[in-house]
């Protein structure tokens, strides 16, 4: 990396010539990357708007949180979790996991620089991607430019708040799951969850477990799982069973196996899709519910599944069904969602949700960590993602004219 004016330029801004790959996010994708690309000897830069890596699972994170899958499936390239750990290792431990893992492959991202644009200069067949530093008083601009980058923030970047009549106006309080961090403070209280995936699902139980009244509206159908059938993970075993059973047959058995474990679930109000768990994941890319006590606590009543919400008011909620329930307090646990479409100027590759089209796209743009499919996923982008700058960036070594390109370029400031 070389700052190519050694000066701001005319418009205060400093530029600085990466000589590699510029990777946005220092979460599990971008330190995936990284080290993947730090064992192929690819110098790179890695950029982060908070002062931290992992920045969701340090500061927008329930405590009480765990690896939903088996420890063996969420770790990152080049290094096993410690042996030591539990199959489902802690939100503290998973922490611990990945600044050793940045420390281990030295990765030492820009912290406090949030990507305000990043644009491919068709002139000079370079990326440019300016950013703003969230630590000065004053406004700081940073303009990076290379031949590569790499989308790494993820699917998770930003909290949804959905918009529900009559939010504004409830006396109580209202969190984001982002900003949830433990039931202690609701003991005694009426909270209303919005929202039943596997985070939702768990803040009621967290919630029930501090001697709060938690009820959770379930609006639509979901799959609800065992996270283990037998002692084995439930993921582990469909996994097995896809290497020599077709998915359908393979839901069909989970389904059984689940019905005997778990029981009926629409009594108690929570239908589940007329598609499997596995075929709905790989169509929607919606993520099964993996239980981990919250149904046994709503057989007992301690948890309450209310219907869809149709309004707020003061002190209630009203329900879809027409039932008024009195509440003190309201989580969303209504997911996120990427912030690509924010600073990336590029409409081929990504969507305008925010999600790519695959790994690779034009012009050395590429996407790690949009796949859903978890950390596994992550895993997977980011070695493939590794070996392609690879190749790309030692042919580019060789070529004698790289050199006059870049001054070229240089000259168009």
């Known amino acids: ?25 220092a979460g599990p994708s971008g330190l995936a990357v990284s080290a993947c690309l730090r064992e192929q000897d690819v110098p790179f830069v890695v950029i982060e708007r908070s002062d931290c890596i992992a920045s969701l699972w340090q500061k927008r994170t329930y405590n009480r949180l765990k690896l939903h899958l088996p420890k063996k499936f969420c770790q990152l390239p080049r290094l096993p979790f410690p042996e030591e750990y539990p199959e489902y290792p802690t939100k503290k431990q998973f922490i611990a996991y990945l600044e050793n893992y940045a420390q281990k492959f030295d990765i030492k991202p820009h912290f406090n620089e949030c990507v305000q644009s990043a644009k491919y ?48 106006d409830f006396s109580g309080e209202v969190v984001h799951a982002k900003d949830y961090k433990s039931g202690e403070n609701y003991t005694g209280k009426k909270v209303l969850v919005v929202g039943c995936g596997n985070s939702g699902m768990e803040l009621s139980l967290d919630l029930s477990n501090h001697n709060a009244k938690p009820s ?45 474990i778990l029981g009926n679930t629409h009594k108690y109000g929570i239908k589940r899709p007329s ?60 997911g996120y969602r990427s912030n690509v479409a924010f600073w990336l100027q590029e409409s ?12 690779k796209g034009k012009n050395g743009l590429y996407a790690s960590g949009f796949t859903r499919r978890g950390l596994a996923g992550v895993s997977a982008d980011a070695i493939k993602i590794s070996q392609d700058i690879a190749q790309v960036w030692k042919q580019d070594l060789n070529n004698k004219n790289r050199r006059l390109i870049m001054r070229r370029c240089i000259s168009t400031f």
């Not at 700052?3 to 996010?25: A, E, K, M, T, Y």
């Not at 008083?137 to 949804?160: D, F, H």
């Open 1 to 25: 990396m070389c700052n190519l004016s050694g000066q701001n330029n005319f418009f205060g801004r400093r530029c600085v010539w990466v000589n590699g790959p510029v990777i946005v996010g």
């Open 121 to 168: 200069d068709e002139a000079c067949q370079l990326w440019r991607v300016v950013t703003v530093s969230t630590t000065e008083s004053t406004r700081s601009e940073t303009e990076y430019i290379c031949q590569m980058l790499v989308v790494a923030t993820g699917e998770n970047a930003e909290g949804v708040v959905p918009e529900i009549d009559g939010l504004q």
């Open 216 to 260: 959770i509206v379930v609006r639509s159908s979901v799959h609800i799982l065992p996270r283990e059938i037998m002692g084995k993970s439930t993921f582990d075993l469909a996994m097995i069973l896809m290497k020599w059973l077709p998915l359908w047959l393979v839901d069909k058995l989970l389904l059984i196996l689940t019905w005997f």
């Open 275 to 334: 598609i499997g768990p596995l075929e709905l994941k790989n169509r929607n890319g919606k993520t099964p519910v993996l239980d981990i006590g919250t149904l046994q606590k709503i057989r007992s009543g301690d948890i309450t599944v209310v219907p869809g919400v149709k309004r707020f008011k003061r002190n209630s909620v009203e329900l879809v069904d027409g039932e008024t329930v009195d509440i003190d307090s309201v989580v969303l646990a209504t």
């Open 348 to 359: 081929e590759f990504f969507a305008k949700n925010g999600f790519p089209n695959g790994w």
